[in-house]
């Protein structure tokens, strides 16, 4: 850890981010790289371990949770992949620790898939939203994301994870409130012969100005 000063013949520490070898008569200081960390003796040069990463100032960091870093001496992480969340992992000793692989960022729930709309990195499970056009989204009882089918007249495409308030009727339907789940087909107050065709023209009618 300390390199021979030859100008005053004498021995000096290495500055931070720079190793001297054990063992070795060293006229110079090692530099250290960006993914890499000195070792407490300044003798070694010590690779970033998997889950970590190294900044500019030779240290290395625990990747954040929603990142994993599945290769050694690298300079920052990995996202999460798409429709996976990242959580806080332990080790045996109840410390907590960074992924180290794309599995250990857990799975969107099924029945139905779904999704982060494609973004990566996510750290919560509200990431995870109900696909558009079949599902509108809610709470359970346990405060859990849940996804309820797309209710008849209703349009649900505006975008993954909406909430019943911001669904629209489609085109010859109303409903009476926000908050309501029940679509009106406004057909049935007209002759069943065209109440179709009088429906769109009364609940979307084609010329706004008429």
């Not at 981010?17 to 407490?40: E, F, H, L």
């Not at 999460?80 to 599995?103: E, I, M």
């Not at 505006?158 to 679509?183: C, M, Q, S």
Request: net charge negative.
């Amino acid at each position: 850890g300390q390199y021979l000063d030859s100008a005053q013949n004498v021995c000096r520490a290495c500055p931070f981010g720079q190793v001297a070898k054990m063992g070795m008569q060293n006229d110079a200081c090692i530099q250290c790289t960006p993914g890499q960390t000195p070792n407490t003796d300044n003798t070694e040069c010590d690779t970033c371990e998997l889950g970590r990463y190294g900044t500019p100032r030779l240290i290395c960091h625990d990747c954040a949770v929603g990142k994993y870093q599945d290769d050694k001496g690298e300079t920052d992480c990995k996202n999460c992949r798409v429709n996976r969340y990242g959580v806080a992992l332990f080790d045996k000793h109840g410390q907590q620790r960074p992924a180290v692989s794309n599995t250990e960022c857990v799975s969107c729930p099924t029945n139905p898939d779904q999704t982060t709309g494609g973004i990566t990195g996510a750290d919560t499970k509200d990431a995870c939203l109900c696909p558009k056009t079949a599902f509108y989204q809610t709470k359970d009882d346990f405060n859990d994301t849940k996804c309820v089918p797309c209710p008849e007249g209703a349009d649900c495409s505006a975008r993954n994870g909406i909430h019943l308030a911001e669904v629209v009727a489609l085109p010859g339907y109303w409903r009476t409130d926000l908050d309501g789940d029940k679509f009106s087909s406004c057909a049935l107050g007209y002759n069943p012969l065209i109440g179709e065709e009088l429906a769109y023209l009364r609940c979307c009618p084609i010329d706004a100005s008429t």
